[in-house]
């Protein structure tokens, strides 16, 4: 967890490194379309792959540590080499320069990345989710939160190809998709079933499915119309109807987000009441 933690702060100090590089292409007004690239997939890698990914894991295993459940050595092993990838992981996404020490280091940091993958499994092995999430909704979107997490991995490693990595770095809603899948789908299912663990939503002993999964169908109709969108567009089929179908979406995702505001809003009233 301390690994995790320390590592998720580092890698959010070395997102500013993105930001050097937008300050002075706007100070110097190069505009070098080049520097700017790189610059953006810096912040974001460190961001996404980097911050985020670290804080959920170093939050989950402390979670379960909690839970009175041992962080054995696969666990341990798991976390550093998630930890040590990040960097080397960064040249997959900088793989478009074409040198050679670029695929050296984003190989490494692939393998790095498949190794974490391979510990992680033997640690979910040795772990009930029932001893961990006493909801089945909880465990549902721990799973769909896990799920993203292997996904993200696998995507990750497969830019290592030149065909694949120039397709999905040059290719708009592959990259959103993306990041909707570690946002939405790793982070935000994570956390949902983090807030319901805690009773935010309950009442009398009660949660109410249906904002959860509004809001569940929003995101996963969301990575969906992106992965096909993104297909399309490198199968030069894609057509107006997407931007209709992310607009449907999207309003899925708002609605489902308002649902669940008002869901607490009626545990916090109900809480009140109780009180006086």
């Given at each position: ?37 790189d610059s953006i997939y810096t912040f ?7 911050f985020f990914t670290l804080s959920v ?30 960097i080397p992981a960064l040249f997959l ?184």
């Amino acid at each position: 967890v301390k690994i995790l933690s320390v590592s998720a702060l580092i890698s959010l100090i070395l997102s500013f490194l993105g930001t050097v590089g937008l300050m002075y292409i706007i100070i110097t007004k190069s505009g070098g379309s080049l520097l700017y690239r790189d610059s953006i997939y810096t912040f974001l890698h460190f961001q996404y792959n980097g911050f985020f990914t670290l804080s959920v894991f170093a939050l989950l295993l402390n979670f379960i540590y909690k839970k009175g459940i041992e962080l054995n050595k696969n666990a341990e092993r798991f976390s550093i080499l998630l930890c040590v990838s990040i960097i080397p992981a960064l040249f997959l996404a900088l793989l478009w320069h074409n040198k050679n020490i670029f695929y050296l280091l984003g190989g490494i940091g692939c393998i790095l990345m498949m190794a974490a993958l391979f510990y992680f499994f033997l640690f979910l092995k040795s772990v009930s989710l029932q001893q961990i999430l006493k909801r089945k909704i909880e465990r549902t979107f721990l799973v769909f939160s896990l799920i993203s997490f292997v996904l993200k991995m696998l995507l990750q490693v497969g830019t290592i190809f030149p065909q694949l990595g120039n397709a999905v770095y040059g290719d708009r809603p592959v990259i959103i998709g993306f990041l909707h899948l570690v946002f939405l789908g790793f982070i935000t299912f994570f956390l949902l079933a983090l807030f319901i663990n805690h009773d935010l939503f309950t009442t009398r002993n009660k949660i109410s499915h249906f904002p959860f999964v509004v809001f569940s169908v929003g995101i996963i109709a969301n990575e969906t119309v992106l992965a096909v969108q993104g297909l399309g567009i490198l199968l030069q089929t894609n057509g107006e109807i997407f931007k209709w179908l992310l607009w449907a979406v999207a309003i899925m995702l708002f609605a489902g987000a308002l649902f669940i505001t008002l869901a607490r809003l009626r545990v916090v009233r109900f809480q009140k009441n109780k009180s006086t």
